[in-house]
Each structure stands twice: as C-alpha cells, then as structure tokens.
C-alpha cells in the first residue's frame, strides 16, 4: 500500500513538471512571435513590398534628378546663346551717338559748295561703315516714320495736331530706334500726331 501511494506521489510530480517545462516553453515562444509573424510567406512578401517600394522611389528620384539636369542644360544653353548674341550690347549703345551726330551732319549740309559736298560724302562713308559693323553684330535701325505709335518701339517727345493722318501716327524722326537681334536696343524718338480741337468737338458732338 505504502508502495503503491509513492508512485501515484511520483506520477503526480512528473505530470506537475511537465506542465511546468510546457508552461515555461509557450511562455518563450510567445517572446518570439513578437518579432516574427510566425508565417515565413507573409514576411517573405512584406519584405518584397518593402524593396518594390525603395525601387520605386529610387527609380522617381532618378527621374527627378534627370528632369532637373536636363532643364539646367537647357537653360545654361540658352544663357550662353543670349551672352555670345549681346556681348557687344554695351559697345552699340556707346557708338549710337555717334551714329546720331553722323545724321545730323549729312541732314544739316544743304549747301552747294564743293568742300562742303565732300565733306558730307566722307560723313555719309564714314556713317555707313558704321552701319555696316553693326550689321555683322546683328544691329539694324527699324522704319517708325509713317507706322503707329507703339509704346513697346517708340519714345514720344511731342505731339503735333493734324487732319491729314490718324491719331497717333508718327509724323517725325528726331532718332532712330534699333533693334539688337530680336531685343530693342533703343527706341526711336518720335512725334505723334493728335486730333486738332475742331475735330475732336466734332466727335463729342
């Protein structure tokens, strides 16, 4: 009997230790599933989103990155296009009045005499060679006489009255615009024309 009693004693101890190392073994693992989802093709995929994403990014930075350096070469281009056309902007504004004097010079000589031809024939050389180097720069002067007043071409110094031309029509030159490529270099000195006071009492009658 006695005999008997210590192994149900002994049963009962093993079965308590059992489920003791069984406590302590679930009790370890759940430490573990923290860190892991316990499904290796769950994270297998979630570390493949992970890297498409990183890819993905990288690819639209690289793009980006593209983008931008292909404007900065455009724009670095066109810098330099702009800088070899008006290097010598500063020079053909210097050598204008020069050019105005020249002008003048040859508009003034209405005399007959022959020094005084001569020396309007040396200016008037003189002025279109002048004009012909600031050709190979790309520097022309543009017609104003005739055209309408366009704020954006012309520079008005005086209005005239008059019936004989529609309003704001330039009826003198005093200077010559000129245009540098496709840039104004100088507008032209005009006068305009305006209506005359019987005219414009005509209209508000």
Known sequence: MGAKKKKIEIHTEIEENGKQKKT????????????????????????????????????????????????????AAREMNDFRKF??????????PVVDNLDRA??????????????VEGVNMTLKE??????????????????????ALH?????????????KTILNEL????????RLLRPAMVVVSKKTDSENQENQA
Do not use: C
């Open 106 to 119: 040859i508009e003034s000589s209405s005399d007959d005499d022959h020094s005084i031809r001569s020396v």
């Open 155 to 167: 520079q008005a110094v005086m209005q005239k009255e008059t019936d004989n031309h529609p309003e």
């Open 24 to 75: 302590s073994k679930e009790i370890g693992s759940g430490k573990k599933d923290k860190k892991k989802t316990g499904d290796p093709l769950k994270d297998m995929e979630a570390r493949l989103e992970s890297m498409e994403q990183e890819s993905k990014d990288s690819h639209d930075r690289f793009l980006r990155v593209s983008a931008e350096f292909e404007n900065y070469k455009k724009r």
């Open 130 to 151: 002048i004009l012909k180097i600031f050709e190979q720069f790309s520097v022309k002067p543009f017609e104003s006489l005739g055209k309408t007043f366009d704020p």
């Open 175 to 182: 200077e010559k615009g000129y245009m540098m490529h496709d």
């Open 87 to 96: 290097a010598t902007e500063s020079f053909v504004k210097a050598m204008l």
